[in-house]
Nanobody, 124 residues
Framework: QVQVVESGGGLVQAGGSLRLSCAAS????????LGWFRQAAGKGREFVSA????????AYADSVKGRFTISRDNAKNTVYLQMNSLKPEDTAVYYC?????????????????WGPGTQVTVSS
């Protein structure tokens, strides 16, 4: 069982920045693929970004490309999502997910473990 916990959400003005963190338990953290998804009120959950086990391959949704950056620190069992130039449409609950396979993936079913989510609200 892998425990996943996100942190770093909050309220920010449009154009501002936030950095989300996600800590995951397990001795095999460095072998996992990691992803971020988000769900806005009244909408389905959507892919945001993912990173492979070594950190040398990342994927982004078109809506965040050039504004968000995913990274990982295997020594700290943590993955980060740096969010810059935030827009009101980025408002959502952000979820961190763990994929045992170790590759990137943009489909929810690629991931076996999920955190409870952290709220990000961007005011206009």
């Amino acid at each position: 069982q892998v425990q996943v916990v996100e942190s770093g959400g909050g309220l920010v003005q449009a154009g501002g920045s936030l950095r989300l963190s996600c800590a995951a338990s397990g001795r095999s953290f460095s072998a996992y693929g990691l992803g971020w998804f988000r769900q806005a009120a009244g909408k389905g959950r959507e892919f945001v970004s993912a990173i492979n086990w070594s950190g040398d391959s990342a994927a982004y949704a078109d809506s965040v490309k050039g504004r968000f950056t995913i990274s990982r620190d295997n020594a700290k069992n943590t993955v980060y999502l740096q969010m810059n130039s935030l827009k009101p449409e980025d408002t959502a609950v952000y979820y961190c997910a763990v994929r045992i396979l170790g590759l990137t993936g943009d489909w929810e079913n690629d991931y076996e473990y999920w955190g409870p989510g952290t709220q990000v609200t961007v005011s206009s």
